[in-house]
């Protein structure tokens, strides 16, 4: 129990305490995290927007395979963009594996099913309000999309924060495309798997504090957000 | 070029809405002129009416045609029972049907600032447009309406959420629009309001048209036992007979 406690104090002086090993991996942690959640949600917002509110063939299945990639497991991603990334993969020749660029990557197919799901369910229940206010003023439903992500950008500001939060904690992927190699592609979440495995508690803690209070700051940025809108807007 | 809208013309149409029909061979020729006022009792078919007219709904059989063609025209809009605010400052939500319509940000700027005086709420102009009460928020909708200055203006009950003074404002609102040049064909449960607005009553029934009366003829003397059951609050439910 004293080790514990011991480990939280030590922890808690890493983290007050500027220590510049801790600072770096939490800044590459957030930076990718970062690139990640905004490619995600460049590509995610207006497709998942645009599925929302257009009818067109097989859009039932692409809704069952957007909510399917929900599912789908983090090492899976991870291995299939090492394939990809690898000398021998079609894009080997770019030269990014084991770079931030190729942990960037992963977070985004990680992150793009959420943001493009979430997009369209949010999308499709304002499009029934919407429709025919919309359609009668001339707007079409292509038109309709960026209209729909400016009415909704309130709500589409949690899906931003969920899917930079899904990013930055994300292990298995990052692992495998990043190899966790220090100054270099650690982030927290490898680091804090590293630094267990080797009886490094202090600074696996003091990195998971920081984790918790950003995972935190997010939600709660989120939902005071959702508040000042509801009280704004209606 | 604009495109041409009149006349409008519905044959025969009929609209399936979840296996049942909600409109049965309608048939309705719009040249224009006057104020139209739709009457008929719930579920008779009358916001179904004004969507295909509106071509917001595509007829089940049949056909409606604008100037003899299929192809929806712009100079024509619709104001709705509940209307949909975007989250925007009010005179931000008629500015944007300018913009969607191509108009010029100047233009719009001027023509939004003219349509939210003429409603009378040049005062809220900046306001959220969600945060108004019910009966602003219609009027920024006629407001809106206003703005793309169209030939032809739809109302569907656009008085049935409001109290009778905000009632009264709509009711005074559109009688201008009318005045300045667009025709109006208008929904409504408010028999005091049809009686003070229309030209001419089309009244329907289970989804069909029974008549189309000069509006003093109808409520004097209707033309269909339907119609004379419903001003006498005697129309039954889903029955082609009084309960009498």
């Known amino acids: ?234 | 070029m604009a495109e041409r809208l009149f006349p409008v013309d519905a044959r025969d149409v009929t609209v399936r809405v979840g296996g049942h029909e909600a409109l049965r061979g309608a048939n309705l020729h719009l040249d224009g002129r006057g104020r139209i006022v739709i009457l008929g009792a719930n579920g008779a078919g009358k916001s179904v009416l004004l969507r295909v007219l509106h071509g917001l709904m595509a007829p089940t059989a049949g056909a409606i045609t604008w100037a003899g063609s299929e192809r929806r025209p712009n100079q024509q809009a619709m104001v709705f029972q509940r209307p949909v605010m975007l989250r925007r400052t009010a005179i931000a939500n008629i500015e944007y049907a300018m913009a969607v319509n191509g108009t010029g940000h100047s233009e719009a700027e001027l023509r939004a600032r003219e349509a939210i005086e003429h409603v009378g709420l040049a005062n809220v102009a900046q306001r959220q447009a969600r945060a108004l009460s019910g009966g602003e928020q219609q009027r920024i909708a006629l407001a809106r309406a206003w703005a793309l200055r169209p030939r032809l203006l739809y109302l569907d009950e656009p008085t049935a959420s409001l109290d009778p003074t905000a009632a009264a404002e709509v009711e005074r609102i559109v009688g201008r629009i009318y005045a300045a040049g667009t025709a109006v064909v208008m929904t409504t449960h408010n028999l005091g309001l049809a009686r003070r607005f229309a030209d001419e009553i089309v009244f329907l029934h289970e989804g069909r048209i029974v008549e189309r009366t000069p509006a003093d003829r109808f409520f004097r003397e209707p033309a269909s036992n339907e119609a004379r059951w419903f001003l006498q609050g005697e129309l039954p439910w889903n029955t082609a007979s009084p309960a009498i």
């Open chain 1, 1 to 234: 129990m004293s080790d514990i406690l011991a480990s939280f104090v030590a922890a808690a002086r890493l983290v007050t305490g500027g220590d510049p090993n801790l600072w770096s991996v939490v800044s590459l942690s957030l930076e990718v995290s970062l690139a990640a959640a905004v490619l995600a949600c460049l590509i995610g917002l207006p497709l998942g927007t645009w599925v929302g509110v257009r009818d067109f063939p097989g859009r039932r299945a692409v809704i069952v395979s957007l909510n399917a990639l929900l599912g789908l497991p983090s090492v899976v991603v991870g291995l299939i963009v090492y394939l990809m990334l690898s000398r021998a993969g079609p894009l080997g020749s770019l030269g990014i594996l084991f770079t931030p660029t190729a942990i960037v990557i992963a977070q985004t197919l990680l992150v793009l099913p959420i943001v493009a799901a979430m997009s369209r369910q949010f999308a499709e229940d304002a499009w029934q309000e919407y429709r025919e206010q919309l359609l009668s003023l001339g707007v079409t439903p292509t038109r309709a999309v960026p209209t729909l992500l400016l009415d909704l950008r309130y709500s589409l500001l949690t899906v931003v924060l969920l899917g930079f939060g899904r990013a930055a904690s994300e292990v298995g992927a990052v692992m495998i495309v990043g190899g966790n190699i220090d100054g270099v592609t650690r982030v927290m979440t490898t680091a804090i798997a590293l630094e267990t495995s080797k009886g490094d508690l202090p600074l696996a803690l003091g990195l998971g504090i920081v984790l918790i209070v950003v995972v935190l700051a997010l939600n709660a940025a989120a939902f005071a957000v959702r508040e000042w809108s509801l009280a704004r807007h209606g």
